[in-house]
């Protein structure tokens, strides 16, 4: 029983908050956790978003507003630090949710390379610097088919980075409920290849639904992937929300 998406960006960065987070784990059955930031919340990050930012003015005030509350990576590897010098009763791990930009590979990489989080997870939230997951009248007028085929596009080269310990959420362009009109059996097929030859775990991610979508998880289980588990919670009461009927589905 494994919850390795668990947000804390909404509480300070002290021991008793992480407290909340690990009792309400060991409340529901959970033995491993992975406590984590979005990249957006490190401020070292920040050059990654900045095609993001002048995309649109809607944009830029997001980021402005994310900017405002942001750490630095040394602010956060002290929290750290000090937990994993604690006792407790479930394994803690900690780690980031760093959104994909593939213009910055690289830069991402070299912030990355030093091994000190123990699971890193790559997530599309942009498709070529457009956030397509926050409000669905930004899909007006835009070509679903081609939405569909850049997010997989990019979740492939996110994989094949190897940066990344788990993808998060594979199937988030689905969270408006608009598709595209041709078969995506092919695209999850490999999608789900290039995982299993990188040695990323597809993610089962709880926060809206029981992971992925049928279609998806079955030709997941045909090629053999590794699963990873997360409920994506953002707030203490929400750790472990569906992990054990979850790791039911993948069994």
Request: proline residues 2%; charged residues 30%; hydrophobic residues 35%.
């Amino acid at each position: 029983m494994k919850d390795l998406h668990i947000h804390i960006e909404r509480g300070e960065y002290k021991k008793e908050w992480i407290d909340k987070f690990v009792n309400q784990a060991v409340k529901m059955g959970i033995d491993e956790i992975n406590l984590l930031e979005h990249s957006i919340r490190i401020r070292e990050f920040h050059p990654c978003f900045k095609e993001a930012r002048e995309y649109s003015r809607y944009q830029e005030k997001w980021f402005k507003g994310k900017e405002a509350q942001a750490h630095t990576m040394a602010e956060y590897r002290a929290l750290i630090d000090e937990i994993r010098s604690c006792d407790y009763p479930i394994k803690i791990n900690f780690g980031l949710e760093v959104c994909w930009f593939e213009q910055h590979e690289d830069y991402i990489r070299e912030l990355l390379k030093d091994g000190y989080f123990d699971y890193l997870l790559g997530s599309v939230h942009w498709i070529d610097n457009w956030t397509f997951n926050q409000r669905k009248y930004q899909w007006l007028g835009k070509d679903v088919n081609r939405i569909y085929k850049r997010y997989y596009e990019m979740s492939e080269t996110l994989i094949k980075s190897n940066i990344f310990d788990i993808i998060a959420h594979p199937d988030l362009i689905r969270c408006h409920a608009l598709y595209p009109d041709y078969d995506l059996s092919e695209t999850y097929y490999s999608l789900c290849k290039a995982a299993k030859e990188h040695n990323v775990r597809v993610e089962m991610n709880t926060s809206k639904s029981l992971g992925i979508n049928p279609d998806f998880l079955k030709i997941a289980k045909e090629t053999g992937v590794t699963f990873s588990t997360g409920s994506d919670a953002h707030r203490p009461e929400d750790v472990g929300r569906r992990i054990k009927e979850v790791s039911e589905l993948i069994k």
